[in-house]
């Protein structure tokens, strides 16, 4: 309790705003990197996974990449990559490896997304006479569009939490305070940055949450005010 | 008019749907494809709108092969009703009939004043318009369905078991309905179903389908009671049984017409007596 007492202290003291690590600096740096690799990682991830689920076709090529890539330690493949690409493309090294820990995620979410779509919709649709880029415009992404937001949300928790080992190559974030503080064995400070990332993944969680939530198409929502309204509707009709 | 030439369909895992199938559906009649499930019926259906491309063969609409048609031109010329609506869940219930029309280019206004009008045509309330096909009850959705297959008035109508998932009472007010509808709009409707009963009540022509779609009986409903080609058709439309099989009655006020359990369906009328 008093080592959480200390923490807060830490977090509070009017110190924390001011040089080069001040808390709201890292804070703004630990949200670019992770907008930055989630939004390269649905670059990639997304046309793929959608492809995938329109098609049919790779999936067991996706869903082993996957399975492969959370497999792979992410702190072990940045320190791989820094040694590889060099000193002088540290950010790059960080980047990739936050991407690629995204991937599967975001992947997953696309194609499941998709796939999860009834198919008979999906064949009255083309039966209609939409074009595959119709069906898959008007009706397979907005019905899959949860799942897809579904993925976003985890992929971009991971990233936020593992952002937090790039302050180890020197990159600040929300985890310099927590690498920095280990060997000066200042654990008010350890503490402190690492509330710091636990609030940072709450907040961010329900926002996407809230996101998920709107991402559900109006007439497949079971609200209980929209059966209401219907049966409103239908008593005075 | 459209027509079937020694169609096949073979499907990748080799299966043998249709085979050597020929048959003419006149224009302005209702067709009605009956047989148990797996006969192929619905697979001949799709050959219609290219929904299933034959193996061999050629299915021509009015003289003109499909095959040389582009599917989504073709397809959005031919009213597709299928089993549980198929609708659209996020689309209103305007919005999922002004789809076909808006596909070939109408104004969305032109689109939802045309599928507002097609709902009093398939006997839905105006207010209906706005809802969502998860707010409406079976019978409802399936006359929404309905009314996406005429919204753009295509002559041909092809209907997939369209009633197959509703309640007897629901199917019959949707068969009478159906019944209505085409005397007045005047389609060539292509009907798939595993209900005698529903064949013979819609068809102009029924077609009695065994497996691999093979052809066991073709004609009027009339013809095939009045002359079951074979013990297979008696059987399956069951002229030896139930409600088809009648006989004369004598009672006090005059003849009526049993079944086979003796119960009274209706009384005789003698034209010139």
Sequence with gaps: MNLFADAIAWLLSPERLDGAYALPTLLGQHLLYTLIAVLISAAVAVPAGWLIGHTGRGREVAVAISGAARAVPSFGLMVLLVLLLGVLRIPEAAVLTFVLLAIPSLLAGAYTGVEAVDRRVVDAARAMGMTEWQIFRKVEMPLGLPLLVGGLRSATLQVIATVTIAAYVNLGGLGWPIIQGIPLRRFDQVLGGAILVALLALAVDLLLALAQRAAVPTGVRSHPAASRDARAATASA | ?273
Excluded at chain 2, 9 to 37: I, M, Y
Excluded at chain 2, 157 to 163: K, T, V
């Design chain 2, 1 to 273: 008019m459209i027509e079937f030439r020694s169609v096949t369909k073979q499907f990748p895992d080799g299966t043998v749907a249709v085979e050597d199938f020929s048959l003419v559906l006149p224009s302005h009649r209702t067709t009605v494809f009956v047989g148990s499930s797996g006969c192929g019926k619905t697979t001949l259906l799709r050959m219609v709108n290219r929904m299933v491309e034959p193996t061999s063969g050629d299915v021509e609409i009015d003289g003109e092969s499909v095959l040389d048609k582009d599917p989504v031109e073709l397809r959005r010329g031919i009213g597709y009703v299928m089993q549980n609506s198929g609708l659209m869940p996020h689309f209103t219930v305007v919005h999922n009939i002004a789809t076909v029309l808006r596909l070939i280019g109408r104004s969305k206004r032109e689109a939802h004043e045309r599928a507002r009008s097609l709902l009093e045509v398939v006997g839905l309330e105006p207010d209906l318009a706005d809802r969502y096909p998860s707010q409406l009850s079976g019978g409802q959705q399936q006359r929404v369905g309905v009314a996406r297959g005429l919204a753009a008035d295509p002559n041909i109508l092809l209907m997939d078991e369209p009633f197959g998932a509703v309640d007897p009472i629901v199917r019959s007010e949707l068969q009478q309905e159906l019944i209505r509808l085409q005397t007045e709009l005047d389609k060539t409707v292509v009907f798939v179903t595993h209900d005698i009963d529903e064949a013979f009540l819609l068809g102009d022509q029924v077609v009695i389908l065994d497996k691999a779609a093979r052809i066991v009986q073709v004609g009027s409903p009339s013809e095939i009671i009045e002359n079951p080609a074979d013990d297979f058709v008696a059987a399956f439309i069951g002229v030896d049984r139930g409600r088809r099989a009648l006989r004369i009655k004598e009672t006090a006020r005059g003849r009526v017409l049993v079944d086979s359990e003796g119960r009274t369906q209706g009384s005789l009328v003698e034209d010139g007596v």
